[in-house]
């Protein structure tokens, strides 16, 4: 089970494990990981130093959604000025940091039906991307990659590049043998 982790960790959050992204999402099976929060536990005290944070944020049904996130990263993303105003319309504790508002966050996941998209921000993403999936209901995108382009479209796909290139990077030391920890413990 935790070489499986291991592997869906570098291709799924290589960019927040290497500090290229605030947050990364992985979304988990039960039935693969029945014993997640032990996991995210062990990850958080081995990865702690680098400031690097597992959060299940929703336990929802046969899946489990976990964010990878550097704190101190996803503490900037959060408080810059865009993001701020538009997480404050939103509901959520600005003031109160980011700890609060992944609290809130979770909250939402378990208000109803509708997916919090906001969670772009958390990730992220651009304001206008998030806000034009909002405003358009996640159609008439410009370009799609990670994510619907509403924005800047070139900036995107660079970007887009960057992640891959770390994915790839990490999912290739991943397969020689070397784990998350030693990876990223001192990073």
Known sequence: ??????QDLAFYC???LAGIKPSNLLSCSRETY?????????????LSGAKIRFRI?????????LLVYRSDRLEQQLRQPAVAS??????YPVRAGAE?????LGVRFGQGEEFPHEIGLFLGYPVEDVLGFLENQGKNCRYCGHWKVYGDVEQAKRRFAQYDRCRSAVC?????????ARMFATA
């Open 100 to 104: 609060a508002m992944l609290e809130y």
């Open 34 to 46: 029945p014993d997640l929060p032990s996991l995210a536990a062990q990850y958080n005290r081995e």
């Open 57 to 65: 944020l929703c336990s929802c049904g046969r899946r489990q959604l």
């Open 172 to 180: 290739q030391r991943v397969c020689q043998g070397q784990t998350i």
């Open 1 to 6: 089970m935790e070489r499986q982790f291991e």
């Open 86 to 91: 538009l997480l404050r319309a939103l509901g």
């Open 14 to 16: 290589a960019p927040a």
